[in-house]
């Protein structure tokens, strides 16, 4: 489990990533889905979230069907980050 | 009914149609691979033009080294040079158009490294390169014409669209302001119905329509950002493919109307045409093309095929049926509309694969296809369908759909991405010139890269060449798109006896007659006399007089909506959100749209919410969605939709500008000019110009055209020609400039208009 600080600063990179503007980090539940119903994203915004982990992380994925396990809630985010970052 | 008198190609595989049909013919493919570079750190697989092989060729026609030229111009007029030669008109007539197909045109102007492709590439953009400038008002007189050719113009922004299509019109001493299609990977379809629509209405007598792009770091890191792009060669409708391959060429068609087709006899000039086939008496002519959006998403194409479904019932004539799946409702499976397919994607896995997701294949369709009688006679005369088959997954599983639910399953089916790959704004005209030429040939072209079937309705698809049935002298050529868009458009070989022949056409009846013995010699101006003289009916229909029912103004600073200034606060970007909070309040995906997309969007919002006010007997005064100004709830913000169209009302979006996207294109390059040289994906979307009229077709279900157009200036009369040709009667349209250059700068002037 990624502890808190980087959970929070996932749900902000998030945010400001796919431009949730009327959320808060706080709005958002770490282990709520992020896909489907939850924050009404949709497979451009996973294409940003890969952005995302290569710019800000240093993580390249090797298959883009990875995201799909990754991206399933900012809890999984935040593990894989933790588990997987070069910078 | 337009006429095709000459044609051209430059790609890969050679200059010249029968050197590009010959080297397809024998199999061959440009496509391979190239390494990774520091700025392109991922490789890729492409076909590639490699330029400096094309210098003796620029130099022959004045675009040298030293010409100023950029890479784009130099295509585009050396491909069109040999055809309107072929052709034998007079391109500086004031009876001629130029229409140039094209989705980023001189894109690689931003780019200071472009190294990628040929190196003299580099250096030639590197020369013309232009400060940024205001946008443009272009005067486009034709100056000194031939004499001055070499060098181009010294126009404002060569950067936008509307420009680069001015410099190769100009090159030509054409007088007309050229217009741009940039309607994304339909844009070549579209630029030949629109060259149709032109010449129908007899607003011009011969159409020059190119299609060019220009692959470069910009274009191949957006696709590689969508992760759209395969590391191989691409396998269309194979079980195995995995993306597209990027590819380069420019292609030109010369159409002339069938009123004042000029029977030239070009081989006492020394000229051998190979495809126009007017040696042998026979003419490539189209009547019917189409183009519908699918309101579905803005980079993922309708699953059970709806737009494309919907651009072949148009074109032939075909009864319309909805979608009616097994066990889902709707036309779109509800499972599409939280995950969207991507359209390019290896991504779309992310979302769910085609498979587990995708709606139940239409199995009863090939018992109860759409056709009706009347247009029985026009499909048993195709040969083939040559359809977009990008070899992504989520295009090639769509096209099955729409193709199955016209019908159209038992008909040969091909795609040319794997000789050439993906050449974007080319692609329309070079795959139409390539389908010509396989008629004229008897041959049924094999899709290289096929092998085993991969899509859920499967198509008579084969990797080999095969034989024209006997008697089949016509071909649909299917293109989908970014923004929703799809195109289809019928081209007929007839066969042209001295007295006259016919176009069948979707209503099975006779729209045109070749009168050929009125035909002789004449120079275009006469020609022009001739025809409105003899202007038949048709044409006359198709100028219907447009009705504004509502316009609205959006400056950085304010809005006019139907002469009323309306409240709002802020300037600029905070203007906009302003006017959204306002008065929309309840679509999210606002947020998520780059500047170009939300002005267009506010300013059909404010135009569908005052034609909703009128229709409620409301007045003119638009009131914001709650009474602090603000959107109190998503739900009070709904409550306005209830006087929208309905679903099934027909209306098209047809915006304008002169810039394109370059806003868009500036942002995006300098994502990829940073230190990871990681380019935005949903940035690289928002790239094309057309996002925004897509954006507004998903918001309100509109299933009919979506078309952008770049022209130099906002000229309005213009503008209404070109939307009344596209509308039938009774029939309206959200159009109008929409110029955004910048977060805080923009400009739009947007209709409801009804033919």
Redesign the interface.
Same mark, same amino acid.
């Given at each position: 489990m990624a502890n808190e600080q980087l959970i929070l600063e996932v749900k902000e990179k998030v945010i400001k990533a796919v431009n949730l503007v009327d959320l808060n980090p706080e709005d958002i539940d770490a282990q709520a889905p992020i896909f489907g119903e939850g924050l009404g994203l949709d497979s451009i915004d996973a294409l940003e979230f890969i952005l995302l982990l290569e710019r800000d992380y240093g993580i390249k994925l090797k298959n883009p069907a990875e995201g799909k396990q990754i991206f399933k809630s900012i809890a999984t985010m935040a593990d894989y980050i933790e588990k997987n970052r070069t910078k | 009914m337009i006429v095709k008198l000459a044609d051209n190609i430059i790609s890969p595989l050679g200059v010249g149609t029968r050197e590009n049909y010959e080297a397809v013919k024998a199999g061959r493919s440009a496509l391979r691979s190239y390494p990774a570079t520091d700025l392109l750190p991922t490789g890729y697989f492409a076909s590639l033009i490699d330029d400096s092989v094309l210098e003796p060729l620029y130099a022959s026609l004045g675009l040298g080294q030293e010409s100023g030229y950029t890479v784009f111009e130099k295509r585009c007029i050396a491909c069109a040079a040999a055809a309107i030669r072929e052709a034998g008109i007079d391109p500086s007539s004031d009876r001629a158009i130029f229409i140039i197909s094209t989705t980023k045109a001189n894109v690689e102007l931003l780019d200071g490294h472009a190294d990628v492709g040929s190196g003299e590439k580099a250096s030639a953009d590197a020369e013309s390169k232009v400060s940024a400038d205001s946008l443009p008002g272009c005067h486009h007189s034709v100056g000194a014409g031939c004499a001055d050719r070499a060098r181009p113009d010294a126009l404002p922004d060569r950067r936008t669209p509307a420009s680069a299509a001015l410099q190769v019109s100009r090159y030509f001493g054409n007088p007309n302001t050229s217009l741009v299609v940039s309607n994304a990977c339909i844009s070549g379809l579209a630029a030949q119905i629109e060259a149709m629509r032109l010449l129908d209405a007899g607003t011009y007598d011969y159409a020059i329509v190119i299609g060019a792009d220009v692959v470069g770091r910009f274009v191949i890191s957006g696709f590689q950002?969508?992760?759209a792009l395969s590391t191989e060669q691409c396998r269309p409708f194979d079980a195995a493919r995995c993306g597209l391959n990027l590819g380069e060429a420019a292609a030109c068609i010369v159409y002339a109307s069938s009123r004042i087709f000029p029977f030239q006899d070009t081989s006492e000039e020394g000229h051998e045409p190979f495809s126009a086939g007017r040696d042998s008496g026979k003419l490539w002519t189209s009547c019917s093309g189409a183009v519908c959006n699918d309101a579905n998403?803005?980079?993922?194409p309708s699953r059970t095929g709806e737009g494309s479904y919907r651009a072949l019932v148009k074109t032939l004539g075909l009864e319309y049926r909805p979608w009616q799946p097994g066990t889902e409702t709707g036309q779109d499976s509800p499972a599409s509309a939280?995950?969207?397919?991507?359209l390019s =994607?290896? =991504?779309?896995?992310?979302?769910s694969p085609a498979s587990a997701q995708a709606p139940a294949p239409p199995a009863a369709a090939s018992a109860e296809t759409s056709a009706n009688p009347a247009a029985q006679p026009l499909l048993d005369d195709i040969a083939f369908v040559n359809v977009h088959g990008t070899s992504t997954l989520y295009n090639d599983e769509m096209e099955s759909f729409a193709l199955t639910r016209a019908g159209l399953q038992n008909t040969p089916v091909n795609t040319l991405k794997g000789y050439f790959g993906h050449t974007l704004g080319a692609a329309g005209v070079l795959e139409t010139i390539l389908s010509m030429a396989a008629v004229e040939d008897g041959t049924v072209l094999g899709t290289r890269g096929f092998e085993n079937n991969g899509v859920s309705n499967p198509l008579k698809i084969s990797p080999s060449h095969g034989k024209i049935e006997d008697g089949r002298h016509s071909f649909v050529k299917l293109l989908s798109g970014f923004g929703g868009c799809n195109a289809a458009m019928l081209f007929r070989l007839e066969s042209m006896s001295p007295a006259s022949t016919s176009c069948v056409t979707a209503e099975g009846v006779e729209r045109n007659t070749l009168k050929t013995s009125n035909l002789c010699k004449i120079d275009a101006a006469k020609c022009s006399i001739d025809f409105q003289e003899n202007a038949d009916n048709h044409a006359v229909a198709l100028h219907a007089n447009l009705s504004r029912l509502h316009s609205v103004e959006i400056t950085v600073d304010g809005v006019v909506l139907d002469g009323n200034k309306l409240q709002t606060e802020g300037a600029g970007a905070a203007l906009l959100e302003n006017i959204y909070r306002r008065y929309v309040g309840d679509w999210?995906?606002f947020?998520?749209m780059d500047p170009l997309a939300r002005l267009g969007f506010l300013a059909s919002e404010l135009l569908l919410k005052a034609e909703a006010n009128e229709q409620r007997g409301e007045g003119n005064m638009l009131l914001p969605i709650s009474g602090q100004g603000l959107a109190s709830s998503p739900a009070a913000a709904g409550a306005q939709h209830d006087c929208r169209l309905r679903e099934t009302d027909p209306r098209a979006v047809i915006l304008f500008n002169s810039s394109g996207s370059l806003a868009d294109d500036l942002n995006y390059q300098k994502g990829i000019d940073g230190p990871?040289h990681?380019g935005?994906?949903?940035l690289f979307?928002y790239t094309l110009p057309n996002i925004v009229t897509g954006e507004i077709a998903i918001r309100n279900k509109y299933y009919s055209e979506t078309s952008f157009y770049c022209i130099p200036q906002p000229d309005e009369a213009l503008m209404e020609k070109i939307v009344s040709q596209s509308i039938p009667s009774g029939q309206s349209a959200i159009a109008g400039w929409c110029e955004c250059s910048g977060e805080n700068d923009f400009y739009a002037k947007m209709f409801i208009l009804v033919s």
């Open positions: - | 950002s969508l992760k998403h803005i980079s993922g939280q995950a969207p397919a991507d =994607s290896a =991504s779309a896995s992310l979302a999210p995906k947020f998520k990871d990681l935005s994906p949903s979307v």
